[in-house]
């Protein structure tokens, strides 16, 4: 049943290998462009062949499942494995598209990050919860160092501290959870068992410390502080891969550690998802850059998830896992899209993208489809979401009457009106602001295509929101 991890170990041992001995011999440009096209390809494949072991292991999953101390392999590992196969496609597209000569290195590393979130999707003991993590870690720290450049190597520095502090607090507080249950285990029933017999105040603050590792990998409150600086320096299509991957591996974990943990602890994921909204959004309005107005909207992205499953309901699953399928399109249309010009205009504020719906209408209303979906206005995947989320703690108030989840709602309404003026600030600036005359942009056939390809999710999942719905409601069983 490990079947798609094993080939990634195996799949990773050999892009290595061919990319030290077929490519180091050769330093000439020409070699250079040849490896990358070979680097490329050969990622694609392996990419390809793993979707193809995922869907026959999502196919056996209702006749064996696989179930032991340290792992299982059930349908929503089977789910975010897809998520994480459809991110990396888009960025190996991205790339792709938009002519990136990337490090060699980038290629093993971005199967070495696939192995890491593979084994994250699957992990229920904290041991190999923690191995997962640093292994998507460390590709993680290496990414961002790929900015060739004085900030990228702050950023990749700042972004190592924060990951080591995150880590060691993570540590000290599975180590708690250890010593109050006695097994590492979190579906094992004595784990559930004894958290209900602890003081609430006392399991919170251990449960936070337990969750650092997490918050940190899906860029929440509080260890979000390396975010804007790392958007900004990292190369745009791993920044966008970043702010997919990590961040539906380490939702899945979160919510297999809900559903074992007592409802007491509700109100201690209330606060960080509000922390998190409002952090996001109020950091977003003042910015001038681009790429980090998005690094700070993630970190209110995974604020509106984390209020999704601080619900506590069924309902509140499925709409994290709602939201979370239509936020890879939307921010991964958004990034492409900001780096379709990045080459005439060379930097990426707003300033920049004054005028370039005149070159460019096609780029202009993909632009709009993809910040209204992140703002989560109609008739886009993301006003399903945002809709399924406030209904799920309207639901999550009626059974539980904690007032905090009504504060809650009318605080991400608020901050939903809010987040308008800054995602909508890119549209305004295209299509509203005079730009240089002189220059001359276009947008070429092959990124229109591509933008086509993730806009049709975005849409369509608004209009038949209950196929998706009812899939996850499956996955959920």
Sequence with gaps: MLASEIFLILAFIVIVI??????????????????????????????IFTSYITVIQSNMIDITQNESNFYIIDAPSIFFKILIIIATMIVLFHVKIMKYTLQNEFYPLLI??????????????FLLIYISIEIVSIA??????????????????????FGGVSSAIMLYGISLLYGITGTMDILNPDFSKNLNQIEPNLLSFV?????????????????????PDVYEATPTPIVSFLSIAPKAAGILVLTRLITVIPNSQQSLLIFISIFSIAIGNFSALRQTNVKRMLGFSTIAQSGFIIASISSFSNLGL????????????SNMLAFFLID?????????????????????????????????????????????????IFSALWEGFQNEQNRLLLFLIGFGLLNTAISLYFYLKLPYFAFFKKGNETRSISFTKNQIIFSVILSIPILFYFFKADLLMNWIGEVLK
């Design 140 to 161: 993680s720290y290496i990414f961002v160092t790929f900015g060739n450049n004085k900030k990228s190597a702050e950023a990749a520095i700042k972004y190592a501290l």
């Design 207 to 227: 449960l936070l410390l337990t969750l650092g590792g997490f918050l940190f990998k899906i860029s929440a409150f509080p260890f979000h502080l390396w975010v």
């Design 112 to 125: 070495f990050q696939i192995l890491g979130l593979f084994l994250l999707t699957i992990s229920t003991n």
């Design 18 to 47: 061919v990319e030290l001995v077929l490519f180091r011999k050769k330093p000439t440009e020409l070699s250079a462009s040849e490896s990358q096209k070979w680097l490329w390809g050969f990622s694609l494949a392996i990419v």
């Design 340 to 388: 379709s010009f990045k080459e005439k205009t060379q930097e990426y504020s707003f300033e920049s993208f004054k005028g370039i719906s005149k070159y460019s209408g096609a780029w202009g209303i993909f632009v709009i489809i993809s910040m209204i979906s992140l703002v989560g206005l109609p008739p886009t995947v993301g006003f399903s979401g945002k809709l399924f």
């Design 318 to 329: 499925q709409s994290a896992y709602y939201y979370l399928f239509g936020y890879v399109f």
